[in-house]
């Protein structure tokens, strides 16, 4: 026994806060994705108060253990190492050496040298270079000189996360300001993060104190304002300069990004080399106006030369213009990151409202997408995450009961399928149980009896999207998976997109968003039906075939024909819009698909390929089943652009739509 | 007559030991707040003759304190101490630069804080 033992004093705070940094540990390890910052800083500030408290009471092992433990923290929680599960164990494992070394001091010292070199071992992550960020913040010397060196990386994280600093006043009476600040701080969880709080006199009055809030959030003002709960605030984002431009070389390739957090903004950061290009490509365009111009001059041409040389300026125009739109789309494209790094921080706080165990993988967050895209996807997916929480995910004890870990997992991946962009949100929860989705189907009279016994998952699945079946308040009976999934499908088809699900009991369910990458054109596939015109959008074309009425075969309802080894459902577009049938017509075969599904349209022309600028049918005609919008194409005609979504649901849970015939 | 130091330190081990410290000095009175906000609170009650401050506390930072303590004409006068574990070049900057008039790192001697803490409360 070791003949200096500690006094009691420091025995017992050092079990005490070595404990509570323990604790600490756990909760960091349980988070999914970038540690907690707040958790993180009291890790440190626990490890910096043990090594004080081993110092002033001569515990040098103790000491020197907390100082390597203490300095590991303070480059993690300063952005300058990450936290990988290896190094959470060693920390762990200092807690361990922690508690030993207060009790008996003498025992643990070798280990604890050790450990403490391993600690100090830890790389490093390679310094950023480059401006500081913080720069580029508009905050009053005054505020600024007061933020230790943690606040400052907070500060500089929101900014990389391309979010706000809201600087907010308020005032809270001296008895009670600690209450309130401790009430905001709770509120402000998954909303934003209190970087830091400067006290100050309000006014004359000496009941009470100002404060200026210094706030990092992705959220709009209306949205923090909520957070104070009805004190007068006075808030307003810290204004961030400009970033300087940078220079044209090695910076062409680099994306857009959107100038505001999910706020939205209706503006856009551009790279300025992109806009050079744009620049480029508007001088080649003078050049083309220009030769146009000789040629009007051009006396000495004969008339098929002169033709010859306007044919070609006019080929040269197309292509410029070609590139011009390829590039302007390109400048529109963001990465989705920031949306997912929102919902990592939204799962977190749902999660702990619900009293669950969540972990949220992502993947493909380096997808880039339009921006009006990204702003308008964060509804619908914020709704399937909740209800994936909510009702999908088990509570912990469930889940071991049923063989599965105790923190549910959800994966959020995006991946980029030539001009589509497909995202999924899966769940490792309950399930869908279908057999009472058909059960409420029949209930609710959206299937009859009859053809709901005989449904098949995909039918179902439209089901579950429908407004009559989300409405129910006795879903909850079936994982919640259909509330609101109609105002989801809404949203989603709005962007041209499509949802659906898979689902097996008791394993999970997986919604899957099939989108195009930019709303801003659509190139679309034009053809001829009954002497008619449609556009189908060229991102859902998978094949065009020639097509033969004699292969085709009817298969549980479905007109079928082989295709590359696939039976798929085919329907004339003729008879799905009730037109009359040429007789030498469905000479094709147009193959569409969305995510898994196929389908074959029959049509009788094809007139080639087309840029589309949708818009909506007006008011007037409201929603045509099956057409997504109308399009321009030159020379004031107008062609309807198919819903291939639509059609696909149409024909595969409806009644057999036609019989193809030659 | 005596004096009264306010000592601002989330760890008890080390707030009690600056405590202690101080206490051995004739006629020094100890207030202890356990955090920044704390501190605010006691801050109008009494007349302090000299306050103790760590930096990185859970609700405001040191530096938000020393800041709040300088602005204000009634604790302006008040000479100010960090004390702190970390040596950190950043937080000693900006500390002096609002006003400290002395930044200490732990561990700290006994011997050393009580000389220093007479020398500003001017004890003989």
Same mark, same amino acid.
């Given at each position: 026994m070791s003949p200096d033992r500690p006094p009691a004093e420091f025995s017992s705070e050092a079990v005490e806060t070595a404990e509570a940094l323990g604790r600490n540990l756990l909760l960091l390890e349980k988070s999914a994705g970038e540690p907690d910052p707040e958790v993180l800083n009291s890790v440190f500030r626990q490890a910096h108060s043990l090594k004080g408290l081993a110092a002033t009471f001569g515990q040098e092992r103790m000491a020197e253990l907390a100082h390597a433990a203490e300095d590991l923290l303070d480059r993690l929680r300063l952005g300058k190492a990450r936290l990988t599960p290896s190094r959470l164990d060693l920390l762990l494992e200092a807690v361990e050496l922690f508690q030993r070394l207060a009790e008996?001091?003498?025992?643990?010292a070798k280990e604890a040298k050790t450990l403490a070199a391993r600690l100090s071992a830890v790389e490093e992550l390679p310094e950023r270079l480059g401006e500081d960020p913080l720069d580029r913040l508009e905050l009053a010397p005054e505020m600024r000189r007061v933020l230790t060196e943690f606040e400052e990386h907070r500060l500089r994280e929101t900014l990389r996360r391309e979010e706000l600093v809201w600087a907010a006043r308020v005032e809270y009476p001296l008895e009670s300001f600690d209450r309130e600040l401790e009430q905001l701080k709770a509120r402000l969880r998954g909303v934003g993060e209190l970087v830091s709080t400067l006290p100050g006199p309000a006014g004359n009055r000496v009941d009470a104190l100002s404060f200026v809030l210094l706030i990092g959030s992705g959220a709009g003002q209306a949205e923090l304002r909520k957070v104070f709960g009805g004190v007068p605030v006075d808030l307003s984002a810290v204004p961030v300069r400009k970033e300087r431009p940078a220079g044209p070389e090695g910076e062409a390739g680099r994306p857009a990004e959107a100038?505001?957090?999910?706020?939205?903004? #209706?503006t856009l950061r551009v790279d300025i080399a992109r806009l050079d290009a744009l620049m480029d490509d508007v001088g080649e365009l003078r050049l083309i106006g220009e030769a146009i111009r000789g040629l009007s001059d051009a006396r000495e041409l004969s008339p098929r030369a002169w033709t010859v040389e306007l044919l070609r300026e006019q080929r040269r125009l197309v292509r410029r213009l070609d590139i011009l739109q390829d590039r302007l789309l390109q400048a529109r494209m963001v990465p989705l990151r920031p949306l997912f790094d929102r919902m990592q921080r939204l799962v977190r706080r749902m999660a702990r409202e619900a009293g669950k165990e969540v972990v949220l993988e992502t993947a493909g967050a380096e997808v880039q997408i339009d921006k009006r895209l990204v702003e308008e996807l964060s509804d619908p997916l914020v709704h399937l995450v909740r209800n994936a929480i909510d009702h999908g995910i088990e509570p912990s004890g469930l889940r071991e009961g049923r063989g599965k870990p105790r923190a549910g997992r959800l994966l959020l991946s995006a991946e980029q399928l030539g001009a589509r962009v497909v995202l999924a949100l899966a769940d490792d929860g309950a399930g869908v149980d279908w057999a009472r989705v058909r059960e409420v189907a029949i209930q609710r009279g959206l299937l009859d009896e009859h053809r709901a016994r005989a449904a098949g998952e995909r039918e179902l699945q439209a089901v579950l999207f429908s407004p009559g079946f989300s409405t129910a308040s006795a879903v909850s009976a079936m994982s919640g998976r259909g509330v609101g999934l109609d105002v989801v499908k809404t949203n989603i088809a709005g962007l041209s997109g499509v949802i659906d699900v898979e689902s097996r009991a008791g394993e999970g369910t997986t919604f899957r968003v099939t989108l195009p990458v930019t709303l801003a054109t659509v190139r679309g596939l034009l053809v001829g039906v009954s002497g008619r015109v449609y556009a189908v959008p060229l991102s859902s074309v998978l094949d065009v075939l020639a097509n033969d009425n004699q292969q085709i075969e009817s298969e549980r309802g479905h007109n079928v024909v082989p295709v590359r080894g696939r039976s798929i459902p085919v329907v004339s577009l003729a008879e799905t819009f009730g037109l009359p049938r040429k007789a030498d017509g469905s000479a094709y075969l147009v193959v569409v698909g969305v995510a898994e599904r196929r389908l074959g349209l029959v049509v009788d022309a094809l007139h080639g390929q087309r840029d589309l600028v949708t818009q909506a049918l007006g008011p007037r005609l409201g929603q045509v089943p099956g057409i997504s919008g109308a399009a321009e194409v030159g020379h004031h005609h107008t062609v309807l652009v198919l819903d291939v979504g639509a059609l696909l649901d149409e024909v595969l #849970?409806?009644?057999?739509?036609l019989v193809a015939q030659g | 007559m005596g004096y009264k130091v306010l000592i601002v330190e989330d760890s008890t081990a080390s707030r009690e030991f600056i405590a202690s410290t101080i206490q051995q000095i004739e006629g020094a009175e100890v207030v202890c707040a356990g955090s920044g906000f704390d501190a605010l609170k006691l801050l109008p009650r009494y007349r302090f003759d000299l306050i103790i401050t760590d930096i990185?506390?859970?609700?405001?930072n040191g530096l938000e304190l020393i800041n709040f303590v300088k602005m204000n004409p009634n604790y302006r006068e008040t000479p100010l101490f960090i004390v702190t574990g970390e040596g950190r070049e950043h937080d000693r900057e900006r500390g002096l630069q609002l006003g400290a008039a002395e930044f200490l790192i732990k561990p700290l001697q006994s011997e050393q804080l009580n000389e220093l803490v007479r020398r500003y409360l001017k004890v003989a």
């Open positions: 008996t001091p003498g025992k643990a100038a505001e957090g999910a706020g939205g903004a #209706r #849970r409806g009644p057999p739509l | 990185n506390m859970p609700d405001i």
